[in-house]
């Protein structure tokens, strides 16, 4: 176990829908960051939390989003789902803001599949 | 996206064979991470590497930071079963880079 809970751990749904995945840090870290990891690919930045605000943007399609909640948990918000959004999503945690000086944690990964 | 370029994408080797794996940056690092992914899983840091030149060793795993800031290897010695996976790399830099992974070396190792 990583410390970094993420749920759903496996997601099926229809496209045109919207689907909200979840991610709790590791205690005691500060920065939320989600990734996208299609099959066989790369991991794929999306966008980057810390302490509740938004610190960084990747390649996130309009149709998602996300947030930092106070208690730091992070939700990453996908709509209007295109079977090409079907993926691995992966949170993952650190202490620092930026310029990571140590190891990302990463959560178990929510697999998503639009059919 | 962006992504920095690690070579080789893919490399089968026999058990007790070597393995190393580069990435490749055109801009210079403020550090380098390693991580690895075993099928299924999710990404596990490994290492971290700072300094010009810096070499770090793990058991059989050795990583290394170039002299100029701008590549790194994980070379790994007799390659085992459970080495099987896909290792990445997550250059940094305040510019150019940001929370962005190498596209992953996947390792399959033959008993």
């Known amino acids: 176990d990583s410390g970094v809970t993420q749920t759903p751990k496996h997601l099926i749904t229809a496209t045109g829908q919207r689907v909200t995945l979840r991610c709790s840090p590791r205690s005691g870290d500060l920065s939320v960051y989600w990734y996208q990891q299609s099959l066989d690919q790369g991991l794929q930045f999306l966008i980057q939390?810390?302490?509740?605000?938004?610190?960084a943007k990747g390649n996130i399609l309009e149709r998602f989003s996300a947030q930092q909640f106070p208690d730091l948990h992070s939700e990453l918000n996908l709509s209007s789902l295109e079977l090409g959004d079907s993926a691995l999503y992966f949170c993952?945690?650190?202490?620092?803001?930026?310029?990571?000086?140590?190891?990302?944690?990463f959560g178990s990964g929510t697999r998503l599949t639009v059919v | 996206g962006q992504q920095v370029m690690q070579i080789p994408q893919y490399q089968h080797v026999q058990e007790g064979e070597d393995f190393t794996t580069y990435c490749n940056s055109s801009t210079t690092l403020s550090n380098i991470q390693w991580y690895k992914q075993r099928p299924g899983g999710h990404p596990v840091f490994l290492i971290q590497?700072?300094?010009?030149?810096e070499v770090k060793k793990q058991k059989r795993l050795t990583f290394q930071f170039g002299e100029a800031k701008k590549n790194s290897s994980l070379h790994i010695t007799a390659t085992q079963t459970t080495d099987v996976g896909t290792y990445f790399c997550a250059p940094t830099t305040s510019g150019t880079y940001k929370y962005i992974f190498g596209t992953g070396t996947r390792l399959k190792v033959l008993a």
């Open positions: 993952a945690s650190s202490v620092e803001g930026s310029l990571i000086s140590s190891g990302y944690t």
């Open positions: 939390y810390y302490n509740g605000e938004e610190r």
């Open positions: 590497l700072v300094k010009s030149g």
